[in-house]
């Protein structure tokens, strides 16, 4: 009898792991730290995965806010069949949903960031039955100037796309060059076929 009992409890215990597996199957994907210059926009990029055919017309998506200094977390952007950014607030007007729900994007948008937006934004993703799972979180940090390695990138871009039109204009160069001088050699060997065919001579 307690046999029978152990193996009812063992299957109950698994049916129940294999519905919180089922349930739990959303899995959300962050850079975990990006980098914006002071004044320009920076998209937050929040992607995710989920064991359940996605519906747009269940998705809930939220993102907060948690400040460096610390405190509360602040709600900054939240999606439930359309967008719904703060109306209130420090990032007022500032976020812009830049995401794609059957595409499994849950980015958006900041506007002109600030030094006071430095601190860790938290994406939250629902796909009901897929409502219990990992959070995404991003560290945002706010500097004056690009570093030296977007600087450098930046140079390298503008050094490639200079270097490809000199290498074009060279290009264009050499083929009219080349059309030039083949006129030339046609018209010298035309010369001495007209002379022999001059009655005068």
């Known amino acids: 009898m307690r046999l029978k009992g152990f193996w009812f409890l063992a299957v109950l215990t698994g049916l129940a792991a294999s519905v919180v597996l089922q349930v739990s199957g ?4 962050t850079p975990g730290n990006v980098e914006a210059v002071n004044g320009t926009d920076v998209r937050l990029k929040c992607t995710f995965q989920s064991s ?10 939220s993102w907060t806010f948690r400040p460096l200094a610390g405190g ?5 952007f939240h999606y439930q069949q359309q967008p719904y950014p703060p109306l209130e607030g420090i990032f007022r007007k500032k976020i812009a949903w830049a995401g794609d729900l059957i595409g499994g994007d849950a980015s958006i948008i900041i506007r002109d960031v600030k ?8 994406c939250q993703v629902k796909n009901p039955p ?12 706010v500097v004056l100037t690009a ?6 990138i ?13 290498l074009l204009l060279f290009i264009s160069f ?9 006129r030339q050699l046609k018209s010298n060997e035309e010369a001495p076929r007209k002379e022999r065919k001059d009655p005068t001579w």
């Open 26 to 29: 959303m899995n959300i994907y």
């Open 115 to 122: 030094f006071t937006y430095n601190g860790t934004y938290i």
């Open 52 to 61: 359940a055919q996605i519906n747009p017309s269940l998705v809930v998506i």
């Open 147 to 152: 570093s030296f390695s977007d600087l450098l």
């Open 154 to 166: 930046l140079a390298v871009a503008i050094g490639s796309t200079i270097g490809c039109i000199v």
């Open 130 to 141: 897929d409502v219990h799972g990992p959070i995404g979180e991003i560290q945002l940090r």
């Open 72 to 76: 509360r977390e602040i709600s900054v």
């Open 174 to 182: 050499c083929c009219r060059r080349c059309r030039k001088r083949q």
